[in-house]
């Protein structure tokens, strides 16, 4: 896949990370918070099933060798799912957006420094804090009202 490719897609991502939570939101206004999260989660596994199934290269019988650590994977997607569906309605979907950049992005600068799960380790610098920190002063900018 060339890095052309790779680029489209993940800006395709973006934009279903965006629409995602509002779309969740007004299903949890006609069936509730925790089930919006359950139905959103049931349908991408459905689609995900289908498409492992039609192109998937992986084997499902070798999940025996996983450690248990690897499979709650799943956990914290349901946990940000279900809090994007509580924020999106309170603080808008661009502050809930801003706030879960941010805050992957520490956590990210923070894994990628200590080489977290096994991850190749890259260290922390200035420009780096520099760019978290400046994306931080803009989610401040984004959520001050």
């Known amino acids: 896949m060339s ?63 996983a450690r248990s650590w690897e499979l709650t ?6 946990f940000f799912v279900t809090m994007t569906i509580l924020a999106v309605p309170r603080i808008g ?10 805050a992957q992005l520490t956590a990210g600068l923070l894994m990628d420094h200590y080489g977290v799960l096994g991850m190749r380790g890259i260290p922390l610098d200035f420009r780096r804090l520099l760019g978290v920190a400046l994306l931080l002063l803009g989610t401040a900018l984004i959520l001050k009202r």
Request: hydrophobic share 55%.
């Open 3 to 65: 890095n052309l490719t790779l680029f489209i897609l993940m800006v395709l991502g973006g934009a279903c990370v965006a629409i995602q939570p509002s779309i969740n939101a007004r299903l949890a206004q006609k069936i509730g918070l925790v089930e919006s999260a359950t139905v959103s989660f049931l349908v991408g596994s459905a689609a995900l099933l289908v498409l492992a199934l039609i192109a998937g290269r992986g084997d499902f019988r070798s999940l025996s060798q």
């Open 93 to 102: 979907t661009t502050a809930t957006l801003a706030l879960t950049i941010a």
């Open 73 to 78: 994977g799943g956990l914290y997607g349901a």
